[in-house]
């Protein structure tokens, strides 16, 4: 039975970069585990003439068996037609071993109900599942097709941190060219402390800083302050631009504040502000941005600067399957309505309103799963055994590198022994396929 949920709020969804493992069947129960998945977001705006709420978009939302999004349709409302309009497609598709391989949007095409690519990034990652590149392909009206724009390459240190990120852009040799550079930093507790952004100059070769940002934190490890400086000219030395400042409680957010440095008085003065109040669950229940008004010295309410949330207490964040960028405030619980107000310069006014619709969804063991197959020792080192009882007929084994290369595909008994000898160390798929029926599981070689 679906669950419906009204929402409210104006809809800023940005999709991101996640990337969610498949969960390896030979390490699951026989128990199943239900979870809510988001189906669809539908969004209102208020009509203060007539009073009522008015449908303008919604966005709807599909994912595969392991809770990975894989598809998001973006539409608006005609009123005249009384019809919904596709605006954008987002796909997303994932490896054998449940990596994200791509992205790709869509817009729609001339001919209805067809669509015309927009972008798309190729993914790759380490045996970390750390992503090492992202490339970038745009839609180019002149070839009828995509063509390489630009990419970024990522650098971890031995603890997996991020250290470099270098983007590259397609120069008119389409060659890949370096353009920016960013290196990371980080304190002995792990905190991030410093980025510095490199552009290259492509005269002289070299690469010559533009910006960074240094963050420090409390002994709890939140970030309390971050300043922003740039490079001034002949990037010798650094000058401040900006800073911001974090107040927590109980270890959430509670009050951001940004700063604009001035280099006559040599002072940091107000700019905005961000207050955020939370229930005795965790919860945002209340969200408020001002503007610092420096000639009355007192914080004036942005003009759509109130938001206020309720929740579910009934499902946390662990019951959930939310799509990529799903803005949940830090809050600890499933939301279930959320407004977004305007301010008419005397008092908060409804404006927005989203009906959010939630569904469960059954991450159990499939049929086929390897709850009757049998895979030991698993970390292995010289030979792995495999058993599927009461199997008939032999089994298909094959294994697969991270890379989705096949290094190994033999037909063997229902029960048998695959030397791993010849295999480096390393994590490895391991698919076996018997009597119409198939499975797959990770296998490590250590």
Known sequence: MKTYIIFIIAAFFTLSLRSQSLPSPASQSSSSVIKQKLDSILISSWDSTGTQWKISSKYDFTYDVAGNMILSYSYGWTTSTQQWRARTKFEQNYDFFGMLSYSESYNPDTIPGAWRPNTKHEYTFDPNKNIVSDIQLNWSADSSGLIYSSKYEYTYNISGRLTTLLGYVVNSKSQWQARTQNNYGYNGSGNLTVETDYEMDLVNHQWYPTFKNNHSYDTAGNRIMTIYSQSDTGAVSWKYISKTEYEYSSGKMTLQTDYQFSATDSIWN????????????????????????????????????????????????????????????????????????????????????????????????PENSLAFCQVYPNPARDHVGIDWPGLKGDLQVSIYNFDGVMVFSRMLPAKTTVSLKNLPAGEYMLKITGNQKTTATRLIIQ
């Not at 610092?292 to 942005?302: A, E, K």
Request: net charge negative.
């Open 270 to 365: 107000l700019q905005s502000q961000e207050e955020r109040i939370y229930t005795g669950n965790g919860d945002m229940s209340e969200k408020y941005n001002y503007t610092w008004d420096q000639v009355n010295n007192q914080w004036v309410p942005v003009s759509n600067g109130k938001l206020v949330c309720d929740y579910n207490t009934s499902f946390d964040l662990s019951e959930l399957i939310l799509p990529p960028g799903f803005e949940n405030y830090n809050s600890d619980h499933q939301m279930i309505d959320k407004f977004q107000y305007h301010w008419n310069g005397t008092q908060w006014n409804q404006l927005i309103e989203n009906n959010y619709y939630y569904s469960e969804k059954n991450l159990g063991i």
